[in-house]
């Protein structure tokens, strides 16, 4: 199943479509119109791509498979992005643009749950369903959006495994959790804000102690001044938010510095390729992932999660790890497609409809929306990185190498 995807704007020159261009329906001729502001530049950037990419893998597949059936007529799917930026304010411009100039009624989220903060209250305000893959902040399902709906798990989960496994290490060797000794970086941003509360929670239920806790430098390049005091402070476990770029920065700056820490757990890993840039000091390195191609899903568009996977390798043979964040965008584009069958309708409020009542399994895993909108269904995943640069999943203590095999 390979179609060029069609997109009509895409790349780093996507703002560069004339703003007096022809401004598109929300359903032109034979082509439902979804529309996207996306990172392409900026920090997110890296993420951006793997969003986009995933989002046109799944427009490619579901057209060539034969596109949406409505009112017994098919349609094919596309893509209009505009690059955000990186900038909430820009993101939500160009969210009301898409809307209000374009004549989009159907949206794809952006990157991060910055962003999707910034856009949400947008799509609410002009009652635009929109299905996001990349917010994963708690709090944007507490503020009663109707439109809002994530096909992915919420942050609050991303890194809490692995302050189980620091317990359950402790508890293997017949001593307390409460001494193990946690130092913690995070980025401002919504998301790790959210992260870092998980992590925080999981700390005081077992009575660890934070020995570092310190936030990221905004524009995510340099975090030596937590590394300086983890190399003194000897902690038993380090964890890092700090999307892509963070994670990069994390592990460039912890091979630079040879910091060797027992346990370290950082999100982003796949998509920063830690382990192929970084392969010493990533070595060990305990990531959370939202999506994994061994996982025992599947469905009737994409096959298996390991066929999914396959797929759009052959069609991005750049990645020979794919990450997460590709999946899970092209599974908010499946959501679409089922919801517009069921609905049997271009109509903004009995698409939200039919999105509220999703209940499918895909090769992303399972979805199902609570009445806030967030993904109620499929859990979150750890891995580690291996010596040989392979993501091996770790369920249990049994299942980890540790300490990490690392040696400065």
Same mark, same amino acid.
């Given at each position: 199943?390979?179609?060029k995807?069609?997109?009509?704007?895409?790349?780093?020159?996507a703002?560069?479509?004339?703003?007096?261009g022809t401004?598109?329906?929300?359903?032109?001729?034979?082509t439902?119109?979804?529309?996207?502001?996306?990172?392409?530049?900026?920090?997110?950037?890296?993420?951006?791509?793997?969003?986009?990419?995933?989002?046109?893998?799944?427009?490619?597949?579901?057209?060539?498979?034969?596109?949406?059936?409505?009112?017994?007529?098919?349609?094919?799917?596309?893509?209009?992005?505009?690059?955000?930026?990186?900038?909430?304010?820009?993101?939500?411009?160009?969210?009301?643009?898409?809307?209000?100039?374009?004549?989009?009624?159907?949206?794809? $989220?952006?990157?991060?749950s910055?962003? #999707?903060? &910034?856009?949400?209250?947008?799509?609410? =305000?002009?009652? %635009? /369903? +929109?299905?996001?893959?990349?917010?994963?902040?708690?709090?944007l399902?507490?503020?009663?959006?109707?439109?809002?709906?994530?096909?992915?798990?919420?942050?609050?989960?991303y890194?809490s495994?692995?302050?189980?496994?620091?317990?359950?290490e402790?508890?293997?060797?017949f001593?307390?959790p409460?001494?193990?000794?946690?130092?913690?970086?995070?980025?401002?941003?919504?998301?790790?804000?959210?992260?870092?509360?998980?992590?925080?929670?999981?700390?005081?239920?077992?009575?660890?102690?934070?020995?570092?806790?310190?936030?990221?430098?905004?524009?995510?390049?340099?975090?030596?001044?937590t590394?300086?005091?983890?190399?003194?402070?000897?902690?038993?476990i380090?964890?890092?938010? $700090?999307?892509?770029?963070?994670?990069? #920065?994390? &592990?460039?700056?912890?091979?630079?510095? =040879?910091?060797? %820490? /027992? +346990?370290?757990a950082?999100?982003?890993?796949?998509?920063?390729?830690v382990?192929?840039?970084?392969?010493?000091?990533?070595?060990?390195?305990?990531?959370?992932?939202?999506?994994?191609?061994?996982?025992?899903?599947?469905?009737?568009?994409?096959?298996?999660?390991?066929?999914?996977?396959?797929?759009?390798?052959?069609?991005?043979?750049?990645?020979?790890?794919?990450?997460?964040?590709?999946?899970?965008?092209s599974?908010?584009?499946?959501?679409?497609?089922?919801?517009?069958?069921?609905?049997?309708?271009?109509?903004?409020?009995?698409?939200r409809?039919?999105?509220?009542?999703?209940?499918?399994?895909?090769?992303?895993?399972?979805?199902?929306?609570?009445?806030?909108?967030n993904?109620?269904?499929?859990?979150?995943?750890?891995?580690?990185?291996?010596?040989?640069?392979?993501?091996?999943? %770790?369920?249990?203590?049994?299942?980890?190498?540790?300490?990490?095999?690392?040696?400065?």
């Amino acid at each position: 199943m390979k179609l060029k995807a069609l997109a009509l704007a895409t790349g780093a020159a996507a703002l560069a479509v004339s703003v007096a261009g022809t401004a598109l329906a929300k359903v032109e001729g034979d082509t439902i119109i979804l529309g996207s502001s996306i990172s392409l530049t900026g920090k997110y950037a890296t993420n951006g791509l793997h969003t986009q990419r995933g989002y046109d893998y799944a427009v490619k597949v579901i057209n060539e498979a034969g596109g949406v059936k409505v009112g017994g007529k098919s349609y094919k799917l596309a893509v209009k992005y505009y690059d955000d930026e990186s900038t909430p304010a820009r993101g939500a411009q160009l969210a009301e643009r898409l809307i209000q100039q374009d004549g989009v009624e159907y949206m794809l $989220g952006p990157y991060s749950s910055g962003m #999707t903060k &910034a856009i949400a209250p947008v799509s609410e =305000k002009f009652g %635009v /369903p +929109m299905v996001e893959a990349e917010g994963a902040s708690r709090s944007l399902f507490t503020q009663g959006y109707k439109y809002l709906f994530a096909v992915l798990s919420t942050s609050e989960q991303y890194l809490s495994t692995a302050i189980d496994l620091a317990a359950a290490e402790r508890k293997k060797n017949f001593k307390s959790p409460s001494e193990v000794r946690v130092a913690m970086a995070f980025e401002g941003d919504p998301f790790s804000m959210d992260v870092r509360a998980g992590v925080v929670d999981k700390i005081n239920e077992y009575g660890m102690k934070i020995v570092i806790d310190d936030q990221l430098p905004a524009d995510l390049s340099d975090m030596s001044t937590t590394l300086t005091k983890v190399k003194a402070l000897r902690p038993d476990i380090l964890v890092i938010s $700090g999307h892509s770029k963070g994670a990069a #920065t994390a &592990a460039r700056q912890i091979d630079e510095m =040879k910091v060797n %820490v /027992p +346990m370290i757990a950082l999100t982003h890993c796949e998509a920063a390729k830690v382990q192929e840039k970084f392969p010493n000091a990533s070595t060990g390195f305990l990531c959370p992932t939202q999506w994994v191609e061994t996982l025992s899903k599947s469905d009737a568009m994409f096959g298996s999660a390991a066929e999914w996977n396959d797929g759009f390798k052959a069609d991005n043979p750049s990645y020979t790890s794919v990450p997460y964040q590709s999946a899970q965008a092209s599974a908010a584009v499946y959501v679409f497609k089922e919801a517009f069958e069921a609905a049997n309708s271009f109509d903004k409020d009995a698409l939200r409809d039919a999105i509220a009542a999703v209940e499918m399994e895909t090769f992303y895993g399972d979805i199902k929306f609570s009445e806030a909108g967030n993904n109620i269904a499929k859990p979150m995943f750890m891995r580690q990185i291996g010596a040989d640069g392979s993501y091996s999943l %770790v369920e249990t203590f049994a299942d980890m190498s540790y300490p990490r095999n690392v040696t400065y």
